[in-house]
């Protein structure tokens, strides 16, 4: 679809724009805030609460005060327009752009790629903190060695839920082991080699996105290079997304698939749209099957408003192939590893089923508050010109209908699915259910820029440009650092935690995460329990495997206090404290804790 015409000239004077735009973005972070006004019900959330007070609502005051002072202050955007058109005469950086965008688009791409590489090493992002990314990586050694499950020895099998006590695949009699999350993610990073080489899989992923958003734009505006710039550069300096691109979770591949899939979907014919079909059966088993049809319906569906009606059967009949092929993987995996038909159901269509009537049945009145901080999360660790532009854009879109409608009707019912069925992410940096999408809300914000700067002379164009990319390297050399700083201050005392058990000379470690925030994520073992000492969930264990385990090895106890000895957040213990410590045996080898 060419868009190009659907760009319009929008207000009169460059100061009337900077002026919308900060109304727009005020109110924009006033609104949020109020959503977030019922706390009472979030109480069971209480990562989300911690994060908001003390990662992101620092954050959106300080952008809030931003837009304030530059909507009150006629001096201040007065002085500001100076010093732009003042840069602005410095046109090498502009003509470059124009001259050759593409290759400015790769550089972006490669910078993104070298930051992500860089920080998968360097930075604290690269611990798989939680168990998504911990479980990515499990199922890739699984994946390496050619089987879509690992074999638990015998003498295991009863301990397997102390093992591995979250998001293990159930089998019949714990006979097999692996994640409960469809296998792409695993397998991409299991293809491209070691363990080592697995840390290239985001950051490629994270450079594929920015060269595919460059490409998408160029099929919406193919007149306007410049706005697949401006997106690129959004992309680029959203902390989220450099972040993200630095872990092991899914969602980067999410976001880089579905934005070749619309490129591929735009360009169409039968190279686009069968391209576009084997992207979609990638991206539908990257992770959680759910992402990635949220993001292609509003397109489908379009196709079928607009009477392409062979296209339109073409893909509906597609996605519901993929659909249930990805339904019924397990239940391939197990037939292929020749586990019986009657045992088998915990592990196929039965298990989504019971999965999808769980969410629909785990309705929460403190949704809305809850989405409220996810969307402020969001907001945040994106660039701050991306909100109230694509605020800007979403009402062109919905004028200009199309793709770019599309493009908005995507995040509209992204949120709306989440809110209703599933609002807590957990983990995060960033909101990572919607990372899927922040393509999308990059490029709904680059044609809300192209409104603003449309009609302008090239004086005025060239300020208001030269302002653009001031926000975005002050987006990259402020926001970044502090995120990063952020993460590393609730990262570190786990990565230190999981180093000492990791280290402890005792041939199994219990942890007692009963009165540990998030502590049975230190639960962490090998597929083929390869790694000493081993380790296991003590509330998982009962009384008679705990102290079968005391009396054949030497084991330590990483509870409440080794934690607190580490900075982790810890709590009052309750029953299951004092139920899990009536588990050991008095004057057993249990009982010591594991080195610093």
């Known amino acids: 679809m060419n868009a190009a015409s659907s760009v319009g000239a929008g207000p009169n004077t460059v100061g009337g724009s900077a002026k919308s735009l900060a109304l727009i973005g005020l109110c924009a972070a006033i609104l949020l805030i109020g959503l977030t006004s019922n706390t009472v019900a979030d109480t069971p959330y209480g990562l989300t609460i911690i994060f908001f007070w003390t990662q992101d609502l620092p954050i959106l005051l300080a952008v809030a005060a931003m837009w304030a002072a530059l909507l009150i202050s006629p001096a201040l955007r007065s002085r500001l327009w100076r010093a732009f058109t003042a840069l602005a005469r410095l046109r090498p950086w502009f003509a470059l752009g124009m001259r050759a965008p593409l290759a400015c688009a790769f550089i972006i791409a490669g910078a993104c790629f070298a930051i992500g590489l860089a920080g998968s090493f360097l930075s604290l992002a690269a611990y798989p903190l939680s168990m998504d990314e911990f479980m990515a990586n499990f199922d890739a050694e699984i994946f390496r060695h050619g089987q879509p499950m690992a074999l638990v020895p015998p003498s295991w099998r009863s301990f397997a839920p102390a093992l591995q006590p979250m998001f293990r695949l159930p089998t019949p009699g714990n006979t097999y082991w692996v994640s409960s999350y469809l296998p792409m993610n695993a397998l991409f990073r299991a293809a491209i080699g070691s363990r080592a080489a697995a840390h290239l899989i985001n950051p490629l992923w994270a450079a594929t996105a920015v060269v595919a958003i460059f490409g998408v734009a160029r099929k919406l505006w193919p007149q306007r290079p410049e706005i697949g710039l401006a997106a690129a550069l959004m992309l680029a300096t959203s902390s989220q997304f450099l972040v993200t691109a630095m872990t092991s979770y899914s969602m980067t591949g999410h976001l880089a698939l579905n934005l070749v899939w619309l490129w591929l979907f735009l360009k169409g014919g039968k190279w686009g749209h069968g391209g576009a079909i084997v992207v979609a059966f990638a991206a539908c088993g990257l992770h959680q099957l759910v992402f990635h049809p949220l993001f292609a319906a509003p397109f489908v569906v379009q196709l079928w408003l607009e009477r392409r009606w062979k296209a339109a059967t073409f893909y509906t009949a597609s996605y519901a192939a993929i659909c249930l092929f990805w339904i019924f993987y397990w239940t391939l995996a197990l037939d292929w590893l020749g586990v019986a038909q009657a045992a088998r159901s915990p592990a196929g269509a039965g298990a989504f089923a019971s999965q999808a009537l769980a969410l629909v049945g785990a309705l929460d009145p403190g949704a809305p508050s809850l989405m409220a901080k996810n969307l402020i999360r969001f907001v945040t660790w994106q660039n701050p010109l991306v909100l109230p532009l694509a605020v800007v854009g979403g ?202």
């Open 395 to 596: 009402g062109a879109a919905m004028a200009a209908k199309g793709a770019l409608r599309s493009l908005l009707f995507g995040i509209v019912l992204a949120v709306v699915a989440i809110g209703f069925l599933l609002p807590y992410q957990g983990y995060g940096w960033g909101f990572r259910y919607l990372h899927g999408f922040l393509g999308s809300a990059c490029l709904l914000a680059a044609f809300g820029w192209a409104r603003l700067v449309e009609g302008r002379s090239e004086a005025a164009r060239d300020g208001a440009w030269a302002g653009f990319l001031l926000v975005t390297a002050g987006a990259l050399a402020i926001l970044i650092p502090i995120r990063l700083w952020q993460v590393a201050r609730w990262a570190r005392p786990y990565a230190e935690a999981s180093a000492a058990i990791a280290r402890d000379p005792a041939q199994v470690v219990m942890v007692d995460d009963s009165s540990v925030l998030f502590g049975r994520q230190l639960v962490r073992n090998d597929p083929y329990l390869r790694n000493r000492p081993l380790v296991f969930s003590l509330p998982m264990l009962d009384a008679a495997r705990a102290r079968a385990l005391c009396a054949r090895y030497t084991v330590s106890v990483f509870d409440r206090a080794s934690a607190a000895r580490f900075g982790i957040v810890t709590f009052a213990p309750g029953d299951g404290a004092s139920e899990s410590s009536r588990k050991l045996p008095a004057g057993s080898r249990c009982g010591g804790q594991p080195a610093r």
